[in-house]
């Protein structure tokens, strides 16, 4: 039992360390690390390097929660062992061992990972990004929110002390990521999302 759920977490981990917006950028010889917020996410990589890469960053960064989800479902089995590799993916996204633990802050992954075990809360959660997006067009308020609201939702809806766990560890920590964005937005000096932006 130890040996696959060690075996969950260094698959989930791994498959997390692959940064989609690092991958990409190399095609570009950008990294986008240097570039912008200096974040290694869709966000950044959509003003840096526009559309197209953007489009590959959501479809790597969705693709591997869902793989990482997996892996630990079949490794260790069932929802406790997708849990596993799905939260180590999310931490390899923010701290990548393939890229000097300098990655993204993890909304897209951790998305795709919520998506797999309780999609009925991932699209509540979306749904309310949305709408933070589409009235602010800030896209950290509408994660920050989201985040925030993750274990209400789960509290709300009655969920096991699994997703409580989960959505406790992963509100921290993607709030945590975006203390830059916080500080931005309380001096008014986040920058808005724009599709004009793009190239």
């Keep these: 039992m130890y040996l696959r759920a060690a075996l ?3 698959a989930g981990y791994l498959l997390g360390s692959l940064n989609t917006s690092l991958i990409v950028g190399r095609f ?6 240097k570039h912008g917020s200096g974040n ?6 959509f003003r840096t390097l526009g559309k197209k890469a953007a489009l590959f960053v959501i479809l790597g960064d969705i693709a591997k929660g869902i793989l990482a989800y997996l892996a630990g479902y079949y490794i260790y089995g069932g929802q406790p ?3 596993f590799s799905g939260t180590a993916c999310i931490i390899g996204h923010i701290w990548p061992v393939f890229f000097r633990f300098r990655g993204g802050k993890g909304v897209l992954t951790t998305f795709a990972v919520l998506l797999m075990f309780d999609w009925m809360i991932a ?3 979306f749904a309310v990004f949305l709408v933070i997006l589409l009235t602010t067009r800030y896209v950290s308020l509408g994660s920050i929110t989201a985040a925030f609201l993750f274990p209400a939702a789960a ?6 002390t699994q997703t ?3 959505s406790g560890i992963i509100a921290v920590i993607v709030i945590a990521k975006h203390h830059e964005n916080i500080k931005r937005l309380l001096n008014g000096t986040e920058s808005k999302f724009s599709l004009g932006n793009s190239k």
């Design 8 to 10: 969950s977490i260094i």
């Design 28 to 33: 570009y010889k950008v990294d986008v690390r």
């Design 40 to 45: 290694a996410g869709m966000t950044n990589t």
């Design 81 to 83: 062992g997708g849990l």
């Design 123 to 125: 699209l509540g959660l």
């Design 155 to 160: 509290a709300v809806f009655g969920r096991g």
């Design 164 to 166: 409580m766990v989960f």
